[in-house]
């Protein structure tokens, strides 16, 4: 459970600035985590509810996860995921009207053990007014020395139909006739688990992604300078680069200490083919007290801008690719959070084995060096802007049941 609360709390910080694409793959990992070689998922049910707002964006909804094992060595999962947003963030005020719509995504997986190893697939499908992405996945996972090391391999592959979402002349909202595009994506992962001492485990990931197609975002659009002209600038389309290529490692280290608490620290590197390098860094303490488990954490991010990003261009046209979408900008983010997990039983419910109740609060803070608030051009003019930062609360509640 705390490695999935973990995946999850994650997933919600780095949703704003993820494509529909790597946000799937994310909830990829919250809901069908590879589980460890030679040892099945445990059969339960999770309910949970997450809340996110910040920046004028709030995405809020439910999600039911069910596993279920069918003698020693099959195990099945579904999931069933929504995201409710409503959206006035600085990007939808500077070049569009403010929206609301609804996001759903399914998925299922088998997982098959056969001696020590453990095969692993499944599907991903994921629908809203106007991105619709389905994805498939397989990896299988070798324990090896006697246990101690675990070795996972995996492969996902995706394809995405983008929209654009327009007004027709009776004020409804509808895909736009004249705009329909296509991405596929690939990704290629190398896991490495390995029991160091009997108190300290290390893992290795590491991660190549490949994207090729429509990677830009229909809504977001570039300014350039236009003196004498409203405020300023003048917006245009995004043109973006048709292809790109990412690669990310991480490391992680979990000691387990003498009074029963666990410490944790991981450091990721990312880098890829537009010119973003990326660090992240992050430590996690948990506790146990009674039936509760405590943990709080903090997390580091920075990056920088992509090689075509600019937050002001001098001119139209002025280079091949141009890009103001601010997950593409140069930036850093500080998360700290906190949270609690009850363990309890259920009396009059002996097929519950046990049951726990979690929840999960975190604030997040990015500072932007090089992409300002656009809105209040007219008043300190073209460029001259404040720089934009963003606070958001993070909110995460579930519960499990086993059986």
Request: some cysteine; aromatic content about 14%.
């Amino acid at each position: 459970m705390q490695l999935r609360a973990q995946r999850l709390r994650a997933a919600l910080r780095a949703a704003l600035h993820l494509s529909p694409f790597r946000r799937t793959l994310l909830t990829l990992c919250i809901c069908t985590a590879p589980v460890l070689g030679g040892v099945l998922p445990e059969d339960r049910a999770d309910v949970m509810w997450h809340d996110y707002s910040g920046g004028g964006l709030t995405v809020t909804g439910p999600s039911v996860l069910i596993r279920k094992r069918v003698g020693d060595s099959l195990a099945f999962s579904a999931n069933y995921y929504e995201d409710m947003i409503s959206s006035a963030s600085i990007d939808v005020k500077l070049s569009a009207s403010p929206y609301h719509e609804k996001r759903t995504q399914w998925s299922g997986g088998i997982d098959y053990l056969h001696g020590k190893s453990t095969y692993s697939a499944g599907v991903i499908t994921s629908k809203e007014p106007d991105y619709k992405a389905n994805t498939t996945y397989f990896s299988v996972s070798q324990d090896m020395f006697g246990d101690l090391t675990t070795l996972t391999l995996g492969y996902r592959r995706a394809w995405d139909q983008v929209f654009r979402d327009i007004k027709n002349v009776n004020g409804q909202i509808i895909n736009d006739p004249t705009f329909h595009q296509r991405a596929d994506h690939r990704g290629y992962s190398l896991g490495l688990s390995q029991i160091l001492t009997r108190n300290t485990i290390a893992s290795f990931n590491y991660e190549l992604l490949t994207d090729q197609g429509y990677l830009a975002n229909p809504y977001r659009k570039i300014r350039y300078l236009s003196p004498g002209q409203g405020a300023g600038f003048t917006l245009a389309d995004q043109v973006y680069p048709n292809t790109r290529t990412s690669n990310a490692a991480s490391l992680t280290l979990k000691h387990y200490l003498h009074w029963h608490a666990a410490l944790t620290g991981q450091y990721r590197f990312y880098r890829d083919t537009w010119g973003i390098v990326a660090h992240t860094g992050e430590i996690d303490y948990s506790q146990p007290v009674g039936h509760w488990l405590l943990d709080g954490s903090f997390r580091y991010y920075r990056q920088n801008h992509a090689d075509f990003y600019s937050d002001l261009f001098p001119r139209a046209d002025y280079q091949n690719f141009m890009a103001r979408d601010r997950e593409l900008a140069t930036f850093q983010t500080y998360t700290v959070g906190f949270g609690a997990e009850y363990q309890f039983h259920i009396p009059g419910l002996p097929w519950v084995s046990k049951s726990s109740a979690n929840v999960h609060v975190e604030h997040l803070l990015i500072n932007y060096a090089d992409f300002r608030n656009a809105l209040l051009a007219p008043s300190y003019g073209a460029g001259n802007e404040p720089l934009y930062r963003l606070d958001a609360n993070i909110f995460t509640a579930f519960v499990s049941f086993w059986f």
